[in-house]
């Protein structure tokens, strides 16, 4: 009888892994080995059952499991890497944050600002203990997508062990970095908002979408959304409907209510930085150009400019926590592509009613809808889109009207906040960007004429050449009346990011770049970090 089968932290199968199972009807242990496809079979009448899991490479562990025939139960093996997140994996200055570390060694720790430069506050030693491999971490069986990975949990119950730190007084963006005898090396982010506004301007890091793409554990939102399959992966490409699926985003055909929670309590490789990595190395991965490694870049540039600034994550923004009309500024960069309806409102709402001014420094950004559980620490995405020949928007229960978005789709489009809204021209290129307005005061000292370019240069080597690239946005029948071109990038089929700037009637203003890579440039190409420091200082004295 196939009793469940027996999976990585990724929901790789794994194969021959060594169980030996004890309960009822057994006169003994009975030992069997998993299969090819991570298969478990055995010879047992239903009911509770004690078993005990082992694999070279992989933690061992001890687990329970009901077998029911029909019902195959999926165990969770993890491998011998390091890893870590803060929990929570944001804070304010003063507050505590536990460090969650899986290491199968000791380790040293130590906290880190990343501003112009990696500065270290201080070191907080090394964490080991009397047990063999007592720093080695459980994954709970399932899918722990959808409940976090809830480490330092069993095994940590007396205060003594308590693993926690309090936050740093300036707010910033903050790493840990863990670091092993034999030389393995990772860092893992914390972001610490100010206790109280200090600084004029506030940005604002898209820690949702660095979990919407955080694929540990089997699912993200690009990853089985919908939930695990029956079976773990034996093969990527034969087994995932991301890559068996013929239509365009066929992962998310199924309505919204299909689409399960991805949890925040989880470690998240993408966002890790290397040991050596300096803020003006090319940013190398697929991921971390969209993560925090390229959102690190605006902060140094920020602080190479003599900018101060108070970060925050978006989920304080939904909470209130992040008080905008303190602010004459705030900054989204990157790809800040899942927002909450609440988030949405605030921040429009200060624009056009208060006055506030936006710089969107990204592209596809504020492009789908989600749906945050604080005391679950979980997001579930509104994802749904019904394209059908690669555009960005759609519904199924309504084929034969347009959207521009999946945002546009639940509430409205984006472009009536950024002025702009994605495409599905320009993906996955990159170019410069040409001038189309040289007499707007955001081109003041760069020299730069009508049908000039600048932006060839950038640190993003997923997608290399130019600032306007990766995904960008263009201006749509939804962009405010009076949005100004005042650039377009160079890709393909017109699928340039389009630089515009827009006034409200009270005095707000937006000014959005609508690409990914506009970041990466900031800190390598003159054209693009005098444009951005123009804007920054119209913005600050107006």
């Keep these: 009888m196939l009793i469940g089968f027996v999976s990585d932290e990724y929901y790789v199968a794994l194969p021959d892994t060594l169980l030996e199972i004890d309960g009822p009807g057994l006169s003994g242990p009975l030992v069997v080995r998993s299969t090819s496809r991570g298969g478990i079979y055995a010879d047992l009448t239903p009911g509770p059952y004690n078993i005990t899991l082992s694999k ?12 029911v025939p029909g019902r195959p139960q999926q165990f969770r093996l993890l491998s011998d890497a390091l890893l870590g997140y803060m929990w929570p994996k944001w804070t304010s200055a003063g507050g505590r944050g536990e460090f969650r570390v899986h290491a199968v060694e000791q380790y040293h720790l130590s906290l880190w600002r990343y501003g112009l430069q990696k500065e270290c506050i201080r070191p907080l030693g090394w964490y ?8 080695m971490q459980i994954l709970p069986d399932g899918d722990f997508t959808q409940t ?15 693993q926690t730190l309090a936050a740093p007084d300036e707010s910033g963006l903050y790493y840990l970095h863990a670091k092993t005898l034999s030389g393995r090396f990772f860092a893992f982010p914390w972001v610490v908002a ?17 979990n919407a793409y955080n694929a540990f554990g089997g699912r993200s939102n690009y990853l089985n959304p919908a939930g695990l399959p029956e079976q773990p992966i034996v093969n990527a490409r034969q087994d995932l409907d991301r890559y068996r699926s013929q239509e365009p985003f066929g992962l998310w055909r199924p309505r919204d209510d299909a689409y399960l929670p991805l949890s925040f309590d989880r470690p998240d490789p993408s966002c890790h930085v290397p040991e050596t990595a300096q803020v003006s190395d090319p940013i190398a991965g697929r991921l971390p150009p969209v993560a925090a490694p390229a959102e690190w870049r605006l902060l140094a540039w920020l602080e190479r400019e003599g900018f101060a600034y108070d970060l925050y994550a978006e989920a304080q923004l939904d909470a209130g926590s992040l008080p905008l009309e303190a602010y004459q500024v705030l900054i989204l960069a990157v790809h800040p592509e899942y927002w909450t309806r609440r988030m949405y409102q605030r921040v429009k709402a200060w624009v056009y009613e208060g006055g506030g001014r936006l710089l969107y420094l990204g592209g596809n950004g504020l492009n789908c809808e989600v749906e945050l559980d604080g005391s679950a620490g979980t997001m579930r995405c509104l994802t749904h889109l019904y394209s059908r020949a690669g555009e960005m928007g759609g519904d199924i229960d309504q084929p034969d009207r347009s959207f521009e978005s999946r945002l546009h789709r639940t509430y409205e489009s984006e472009a009536n906040l950024l002025g702009v809204v994605c495409t599905e021209t320009g993906i ?16 003041e000292g760069t020299m730069l004429r009508d049908g000039d370019r600048f932006g060839a240069t950038t640190l993003h080597e997923r997608v290399p050449g130019g600032a306007s690239g990766h995904e960008t946005d263009k201006r749509s029948a939804s962009s405010p009346p009076g949005t100004e071109l005042l650039a377009k990038g160079l890709n393909p089929d017109e699928g340039g990011a389009e630089i515009v700037c827009y006034g409200t009637a009270s005095a707000g203003a937006v000014f959005s770049v609508g690409s990914i890579t506009y970041v990466s440039a900031l800190l390598v190409d003159d054209g693009v970090s005098r444009i951005t420091k123009n804007v920054l200082h119209h913005f600050l004295s107006t």
């Design 128 to 135: 080991d203990e009397h047990g063999p491999r007592a720093t």
């Design 56 to 67: 070279p490479g992989y933690g061992s562990k001890r687990t329970t499991a009901d077998v």
């Design 194 to 210: 100010p206790r109280a506004p200090k600084a004029s301007v506030a940005v604002l890091v898209s820690t949702n979408t660095w």
């Design 148 to 162: 976090g990975v809830r480490w330092n949990e069993e095994g940590y119950g007396g205060s003594q062990q308590a």
């Design 428 to 443: 996955m290129t990159a170019a410069p960007y040409e001038v189309r307005a040289a007499s707007h005061w955001a081109f």
